[in-house]
């Protein structure tokens, strides 16, 4: 849930610069730059460095925290397998984002970029219902969560096209890939429960914390890949190619 803040901080960073604002990107990558992948690592970083204050010119507010409206996870089969909805995410601490390393291919116009976040606190509410440690868990309550070192990979490709004058790029395929070193996470004030089953759940889920994010991973990453890609292209269909790679 915390990488969706990463990626868009990261796909701003990548074509926000317009050819008034050139200066925020940190100046032109030269496609014939043997060391290019260097350059356009230091200009990403230098954008993400200025859009946490916020980009009024591409209408960007300040902001540490995004909310994802919901994910679900599901724990066994059957009509007793523990089911939970989590809706208003909020993921804080993603404006933290270091861009660690570029790999391009600027004449097939693909990137592959890794990206690191040290830390990101999530809150949510939650329902579920179904069986978990032989007690039946249905109900809600609230959702916490502490991810330490959060590792991103991020791979796109474009297609170029000419506008008036002007080259653009049309994404054709996105993929991505995240990792978490260390995670904390539980649930408080549950409704119709007592401290015993609370306890007890805040056991389970510290124990089976990366088993559950492996649960949530696989409809995270489409989500994610679905909105990212919609948000890529409409930002791509407003800032030049040429603006940011000149050959």
Same mark, same amino acid.
């Given at each position: 849930m915390e990488k969706y803040q990463v990626l868009i901080f990261l796909f701003i960073a990548l074509v926000a610069p317009t050819s008034s604002n050139s200066n925020v990107f940190g100046g032109h990558c030269s496609k014939q730059d043997d060391d290019v992948d260097?350059?356009?690592?230091?200009?990403?970083? @230098?954008?993400?460095? #200025?859009?946490?204050?916020g980009a009024p010119e591409l209408d960007i507010e300040q902001s540490d925290s995004i909310v994802i409206d919901e994910l679900s996870i599901a724990l066994g089969g059957g009509p007793d397998g523990y089911k939970a909805t989590f809706k208003d995410i909020n993921a $804080?601490? +993603?404006? /933290? +984002? !270091?861009? !660690? @390393? +570029?790999?391009?291919?600027? /004449?097939? &116009?693909?990137?592959?970029? !890794?990206?690191?976040?040290? #830390?990101?606190?999530? !809150?949510?509410? &939650?329902? $579920?219902?179904?069986?978990?440690?032989?007690?039946?868990? $249905? %109900? %809600?309550?609230? &959702?916490?969560?502490? &991810?330490? @070192?959060?590792?991103?990979?991020?791979?796109?490709r474009g297609e170029p096209y000419e506008r008036k004058g002007k080259t653009y790029l049309k994404l054709k395929q996105l993929k991505l890939d995240f990792s978490v070193k260390d995670i904390k996470m539980g649930v408080e004030n549950l409704e119709n429960s007592n401290s015993v089953l609370q306890a007890a759940l805040n056991l389970f889920i510290n124990t089976n914390a990366h088993e559950l994010l492996k649960e949530m991973k696989p409809q995270l990453k489409r989500d994610l890949a679905e909105k990212m890609s919609g948000f890529l292209n409409r930002i791509l269909e407003k800032i030049p190619y040429d603006d940011w790679i000149v050959d």
């Open positions: 260097a350059c356009l690592l230091k200009s990403f970083n @230098n954008l993400i460095e #200025h859009l946490k204050s $804080s601490g +993603v404006d /933290d +984002v !270091t861009i !660690t @390393n +570029v790999r391009s291919d600027l /004449d097939t &116009y693909q990137f592959q970029l !890794t990206l690191s976040i040290p #830390h990101i606190s999530t !809150t949510a509410r &939650y329902r $579920s219902s179904g069986i978990l440690l032989l007690v039946r868990a $249905s %109900g %809600g309550g609230d &959702y916490w969560g502490e &991810y330490e @070192n959060v590792k991103a990979k991020v791979y796109f």
